[in-house]
């Protein structure tokens, strides 16, 4: 059975943009990603997983959501070229996936050991970030978004499903 576990990248970014200085917006979010990177790099390399492998295990891959830049002032395939990397799965919107058909490149993949992304994370709480608030924040956020989005589709399903029953 093929499954992602699923990271909204902007969300980061977006959430912190007025309470850090302008050098550290639209860095979060990639620095989220790569320690999420690196913690399943060493998942997927450990002894106990690959002995998994060998007996037909899928892994599980990591899905890069929310990748549409919202700053106007960085690049419109911003988190497109800094997170491709193997083995994972990025959502975008038409908009960013036209832009990178057109002028997007892929940067170097994600380093499996998480590259600077501590020492980022230091900065980020230097800076007043609360990464573990920010993060159930998040968490709390997506989840009833989810939820809202789920109940509206049932209820669309619901009144199609009454109308088409009324028309027989």
Do not use: C
Not at 65 to 91: E, H, Q
Not at 131 to 152: C, D, I, Y
């Amino acid at each position: 059975v093929g499954s992602v576990a699923s990271l909204f990248i902007s969300r980061w970014d977006r959430a912190i943009v007025d309470e850090v200085p302008e050098a550290l917006h639209n860095r979060l979010g990639i620095t989220i990603g790569l320690k999420a990177y690196k913690a399943y790099a060493d998942l997927i390399n450990s002894p106990r997983w690959q002995r998994a492998l060998n007996f037909g295990a899928r892994p599980q891959r990591l899905l890069w959501a929310s990748t549409g830049s919202k700053d106007p002032n960085a690049s419109d395939v911003l988190y497109i070229t800094s997170l491709a990397s193997p083995f994972t799965v990025n959502t975008m919107p038409e908009q960013t996936l036209n832009a990178f058909a057109d002028h997007g490149e892929v940067g170097d993949a994600l380093p499996v050991d998480g590259g600077d992304s501590e020492s980022l994370l230091n900065e980020f709480t230097q800076a007043g970030v609360d990464n573990q608030a920010l993060a159930a924040r998040l968490q709390k956020e997506g989840a009833e978004s989810f939820v809202k989005s789920w109940n509206e589709l049932m209820e669309v399903i619901t009144t199609k499903s009454e109308s088409l029953v009324q028309a027989d």
